[in-house]
C-alpha cells in the first residue's frame, strides 16, 4: 500500500500547492478542511477530503476516527492551518495556538499520531534579528517576537515540543508567494500601476522563497531522519533590497516605468491604526494592521538556511526573478480572464 498524507489547512494558496505535490509524490492524499472552506485549489479527484470542526476536538477525534479503516493511520501529517490576519487579534492565539493543540489532543484519541508531523510556523516566531549589523537570523536564536502573530506561532512550538509521542519537526519559512498568493499580488499590482510604496528609510533587506520550493522541501524534510524534533528556516538563501524586488517585477511586467514613494514610520503607523479600526467596524481582517506594521518596520529580514541544506539538502530552485516571472504570468494571465 502507498504511503498516505493528511494535509490540515489545505484549502489556502501554500495548501492548494502541498495537495497537488502529494499526488505528484504517489501519496494517498488526504486533503482536511472545515465545511465552509473553499475548494478552489482543490479540484483533483483524486483527493480525499476530511471536513473537520477545529473548536471541537471530541468530534475531531471522532471524524478522525473515522477517516481511515480500524487500525490504520497517516503516515504524514502537514499541518499548515493558521491565520496571518484577523479582525480579533485573540483569534491569533485560538486558531494558530489552541487549534493545534486541540487537533494533538483528537489525534490522540483517534490513535492517529503519524509518523511524522511537519508544523508550518513562520519566521515571524523569532521576531527581529540583528536590525543594525543586518546578520542573518538562525535556527538558533532565542525567540522574541513582536507581534501577536509571532506569539501564537511561538506558543504553538512551544506546545509541540511538550509532546514526546509527536514526532515533529518545525518549519519556519520567510515571506512565501506565488500564483494565487494575495499580499504580494497587491505589491505586484502596484507596480504595476507604476507606483512602489516603501516603509522606512533605513536600508531594509527582504526575503522570500517560492512557494514550490517551499513544498518540496516539505516532503523532503518528511522522510528524513535527521530532521526529528528539529526547527528550520526555509528562504530563497539570499536577500534583497526592496529597489532590487521593485526592478525585477517592472522587468517581468514588461518594463514599466515605477515611481518608488518612500513612507516615514511614523505615516504608516498611524495609517495602520486606521485601517486597523476599519477594519474592526467592518468585521474583515485588515492587511494593514499594528502588528503588520511591526513586521513592515522590520530591517534584516536576512536568513540563515544551512541547517535545512546540511540535513536534508534543501536546495531552492527558484530565484526570486524565477519565481516572479511566473507569479507575474498568473496575473497577466487573471487580468485576461477577467478582460482588463
Not at 472545515?34 to 475531531?60: C, I, P, W
Amino acid at each position: 500500500m502507498g504511503k498516505k498524507v493528511l494535509v490540515v489547512g489545505a484549502g489556502g494558496f501554500i495548501g492548494g500547492f502541498i495537495a497537488s505535490e502529494a499526488l505528484e509524490r504517489g501519496y494517498d492524499t488526504y486533503v482536511a478542511v472545515r465545511e465552509s472552506t473553499s475548494r478552489r485549489y482543490l479540484t483533483d479527484g483524486r483527493l480525499k477530503f476530511v471536513v473537520l470542526d477545529y473548536d471541537n476536538a471530541e468530534a475531531m477525534a471522532e471524524v478522525l476516527s473515522g477517516a481511515l479503516p480500524a487500525g490504520e493511520r497517516w503516515d504524514y501529517i502537514i499541518y499548515n492551518l493558521g491565520a496571518t490576519k484577523c479582525v480579533n487579534f485573540m483569534d491569533f492565539n485560538r486558531i494558530n495556538y489552541i487549534y493545534l493543540k486541540d487537533f494533538i489532543e483528537a489525534l490522540r484519541r483517534a490513535d492517529k499520531i503519524p509518523e511524522r508531523f511537519l508544523f508550518m510556523s513562520s519566521l515571524s516566531a523569532l521576531g527581529p534579528g540583528d536590525e543594525k549589523g543586518y546578520a542573518p537570523m538562525t535556527s538558533r536564536m532565542i525567540p522574541n517576537p513582536n507581534t501577536r502573530y509571532g506569539v501564537s506561532k511561538i506558543k504553538a512550538e512551544t506546545f509541540l515540543e511538550t509532546c514526546p509521542d509527536v514526532p515533529w519537526t518545525i518549519f519556519r519559512p520567510t515571506g512565501v508567494y506565488g500564483p494565487h498568493e494575495k499580499d504580494y499580488l497587491m505589491m505586484i499590482k502596484s507596480i504595476d500601476s507604476h507606483w512602489d510604496f516603501g516603509v522606512g528609510f533605513r536600508k531594509q533587506m527582504l526575503t522570500f522563497v517560492y512557494v514550490e520550493d517551499l513544498v518540496n522541501a516539505m516532503f523532503e524534510a518528511m522522510v528524513t531522519p535527521r530532521t526529528l524534533k528539529k526547527k528550520y528556516i526555509i528562504s530563497e538563501g539570499r536577500a534583497y533590497t526592496q529597489k532590487e524586488f521593485r526592478r525585477i517585477v517592472a522587468e517581468e511586467l514588461g518594463g514599466k516605468l515605477v515611481i518608488p514613494v518612500r513612507l516615514p514610520l511614523w505615516a504608516v503607523y498611524i495609517a495602520s491604526v486606521v485601517a486597523e479600526k476599519y477594519g474592526v467596524a467592518k468585521m474583515q481582517p485588515s492587511t494593514l494592521n499594528s502588528d503588520k506594521f511591526k513586521i513592515m518596520k522590520q530591517r534584516n529580514w536576512n536568513c540563515d538556511i544551512s541547517d535545512a541544506v546540511n540535513d536534508f539538502g534543501f536546495s531552492p530552485k527558484y530565484s526570486l526573478r524565477d519565481g516572479i516571472r511566473n507569479t507575474v504570468a498568473a496575473y497577466m494571465e487573471s487580468k485576461k480572464k477577467e478582460g482588463k
